[in-house]
């Protein structure tokens, strides 16, 4: 997610009843893209919250999403992204690779992504969650068994979408917390810079998508 937990500052969503009781903080603004953090009460890394509006339309985005094999184009520190098993064209699996800086280790982590949207209003909701099994773990890379990450995507119109989109993880291992936020700022400025650019991609433009309605 996007692709959630994907880069090193998107290591981050909701762990609903973990959540302290302070108000999000605005962390940075560029370019029409506000990230905001907030502490949790289990974990020492912040949880991130995204907000922009973006000018694609909703199809757009949920195929960008959805296309996994290119997530390290634009997701910030993503090494690899590979589809493991597509169970329907808006649910499937996918593993990655995140690179962190020294002296952190890298980290992986396979993801759920499951596509909804209410008929009525319109929104879409992508959950992707963290799950255990399906990849074996590997030497020298720390595995990721908790983490929840959220897009919801709001439709204003056929070619303009706002998105709020939330993180929250369980690094494990070692890892400095203060490397985690000093970065949770870069990284989605970073991944929304690219996000852009990669929307308006031939491959992403005028399609559509059976299960979303624009």
């Known amino acids: 997610m996007l692709r959630n937990y994907i880069f090193l500052s998107i290591l981050i969503s909701f762990f609903s009843p973990s959540y302290a009781q ?14 905001f953090t907030k502490s949790i ?4 890394i912040k949880a991130l919250k995204i907000e922009c509006v973006l000018n694609a339309s909703a199809s757009q985005l949920v195929a960008v999403i959805m296309d996994i094999e290119k997530g390290s184009e634009w997701v910030y520190g993503t090494k690899s ?9 808006s649910e499937l699996y996918y593993y990655s690779e995140v690179i962190l800086p020294w002296p952190a280790q890298n980290r992986d982590f396979i993801a759920h992504i499951s596509v909804s949207q209410n008929p009525s209003s319109k929104i879409i909701t992508v ?14 890379i720390v595995r990721i068994q908790k983490s929840m990450g959220k897009w919801i995507i709001i439709p204003l119109s056929k070619n303009q979408i706002k998105i709020e989109y939330t993180l929250a993880v ?25 996000l852009k650019t990669q929307l308006q991609k031939e491959e992403y433009k005028n399609i559509n998508i059976s299960y979303i309605i624009d």
Not at 22 to 35: F, H, I, P
Not at 175 to 191: C, D, K
Request: hydrophobic residues 35%; contains cysteine.
């Open 41 to 44: 009460l289990t974990s020492k």
């Open 127 to 140: 959950d992707a969650p963290c799950v255990n099994g399906y990849v074996p773990e590997k030497a020298n």
């Open 170 to 194: 369980d690094p494990a291992g070692s890892i400095p917390a203060w490397l985690v936020n000093l970065v949770a700022s870069q990284g989605p400025l970073e991944t929304f810079k690219k």
């Open 81 to 89: 992204c590979v589809l493991v098993k597509q169970v329907s064209p």
């Open 22 to 35: 302070e108000s999000w903080k605005l962390s940075t603004e560029k370019d029409g893209v506000k990230v």
